[in-house]
């Protein structure tokens, strides 16, 4: 099926690991994102990336860094986990006036 | 900058009764207005969005939302609830038009609980 496909989906880090989450579309869209979220905090933006070949910063891009390798493909590095990067983290994918494509999420737990 | 206030963060209702979400946004530009859904342990999906044209929009489940350009507010109803819409429901906002660096703007969301 078409959609937004993220792995892993589950994932514990311990304190000062790294690890990249993997994000990738097959709708052919311009525009990729991730967010992450948060008891009580909504949705909030980390990195996003308008079309391939470019990225920029969102509302909280401390802590991570992104790669658009292709336009199918957008991922998100935590170079050094910390506790407060404990949160579920949604890809997204959208082109010109739709509503955003969510992928299914990955919960990620850093101890 | 684009803001989004969902006024409540949980909203507890019975069954087959009415039910008002409501989210105030605030932008200096044009906007386009999105409700998602989030059923438990699933990502989010688009219930209803206003573009253009008619104020009032419908979901296929039942929901609607009116876009109100004077208050600001984007709020979602449903005039009979079932206790599969116990969910969280987030109001997102974005400027209007096509380009490619424009990012949606969540609010908090609000929990619907909808009990028997």
């Known amino acids: 099926n078409a959609g937004v496909t993220q792995t892993p989906k589950f994932q514990v880090l311990k304190t000062g690991q790294s690890m990249t989450l993997q994000c990738a579309q097959d709708?052919?869209?311009?525009?990729m994102y991730w967010y992450r979220q948060d008891p009580g905090m909504g949705l909030r933006l980390i990195y996003y990336s308008a079309s391939e070949g470019t990225t920029d910063k969102g509302e909280v891009p401390n802590g991570y860094n992104v790669s658009r390798l292709n336009k199918r493909e957008f991922s998100l590095r935590l170079e050094s986990a910390a506790p407060s990067q404990t949160s579920v983290y949604f890809c997204?994918?959208?082109?010109?006036?739709?509503?955003?494509?969510f992928g299914s999420g990955t919960r990620l737990t850093v101890v | 900058a684009q803001s989004v206030t969902q006024l409540d963060s949980q909203v507890p209702v019975f069954e087959e009764a009415p039910v008002e979400l409501r989210c105030n946004y605030s932008?200096?530009?044009?906007?386009?207005l999105f409700w998602y859904v989030q059923y438990p342990n699933q990502g989010l999906q688009l219930l209803l969005k206003y573009l253009s044209g008619s104020t009032l929009v419908e979901s296929i489940n039942g929901f609607e939302a009116e876009f109100n350009k004077s208050q600001t507010s984007f709020h979602l109803r449903k005039p009979s609830v079932h206790i599969s819409d116990t969910a969280e429901y987030f109001c997102a906002v974005r400027t209007a038009g096509g380009g490619s660096n424009y990012k949606l703007t969540f609010g908090k969301g609000t929990l619907l609980t909808v009990n028997p």
């Open positions: 932008s200096s530009v044009s906007v386009y």
């Open positions: 709708m052919n869209h311009n525009s």
């Open positions: 997204a994918s959208r082109e010109g006036n739709y509503g955003y494509t």
